[in-house]
């Protein structure tokens, strides 16, 4: 799996966009940029996945740049109930969803201020 | 559809007590595993299971036993608590298939303490 580089945390002030960035410039051509968040003292949740297209779903929108090196996890109107950490994690899809292996680091820790 | 359903939530041992941690999902899913949490850190994989009947070791295996005998289940044994195993514990599952949109589904964890 590519190796990914977030902000450790960030604040965002509530029902503003969240605008959360992760670094992969080593990532190889076959491999997708995947999006998980964990709320406090929760289970890590699924939010999004692209390859090099943008990505919109009920949750958040995926911006990945052309050279694929970097891209933007977008929470458009961000509530008290995103305060989360978030983690960016790079790989090919893996059967399972990678249940037997995903990788995460530390991410982001995205508060939501009132 | 409960996803995925661990139990206890909270559990407190005493040093070389034995204890099984219960994972359920009602997904159908092949691949399920086991991972743990320290505070401050990200997720590492303990064992994982591709189906019934097969599982393999991940990052920390050690002091951990597990089995499959169902695709619903994969409870998730401490033989002699140690309290380098004072963790968060998560269950996860997922679909078999390459398909890039496969996600995987996570418990709400159990939070082991040993003293």
């Known amino acids: ?114 | 559809n409960a996803g995925v359903t661990q139990t206890p939530k909270f559990q407190v041992l005493k040093t070389g007590q034995s204890m099984t941690l219960q994972c359920a999902q009602d997904m159908n899913h092949e691949y399920m595993s086991w991972y743990r949490q320290d505070p401050g850190m990200g997720l590492r994989l303990i064992h994982y299971s591709v189906g019934a009947g097969i599982t393999d070791q991940g990052e920390v295996p050690n002091g951990y036993n597990v089995s499959r005998s169902t695709t619903e289940d994969f409870p998730l044994r401490l033989l002699s608590a140690a309290p380098s195993q004072t963790s968060v514990y998560f269950c996860a599952s997922g679909r078999a298939g390459t398909s890039p949109g496969t996600e995987a589904f996570f418990g709400q964890g159990t939070r082991l303490t040993v003293v």
């Not at chain 1, 992760?22 to 997708?32: A, D, F, L, R």
Request: aromatic fraction near 8%; include cysteine; glycine fraction near 8%.
């Open chain 1, 1 to 114: 799996d590519a190796k990914t580089t977030q902000p450790p945390s960030m604040d965002c002030a509530e029902g503003r966009a969240a605008n959360l960035p992760c670094n992969h410039s080593t990532i190889s051509g076959n491999e997708y940029v995947y999006w998980y968040r964990q709320i406090h003292s929760q289970g890590p949740q699924y939010i999004i996945h692209g390859l090099k297209n943008n990505e919109t779903n009920e949750m958040a929108s995926l911006i990945i740049t052309e050279d694929r090196k970097s891209s933007t996890l977008i929470l458009p109107h961000a509530t008290l109930r995103d305060t989360a950490v978030y983690y960016c994690i790079v790989r090919v899809p893996y059967s399972g969803g990678g249940a037997d292996g995903l990788t995460f680091g530390k991410g982001t820790h995205l508060i939501i201020q009132p």
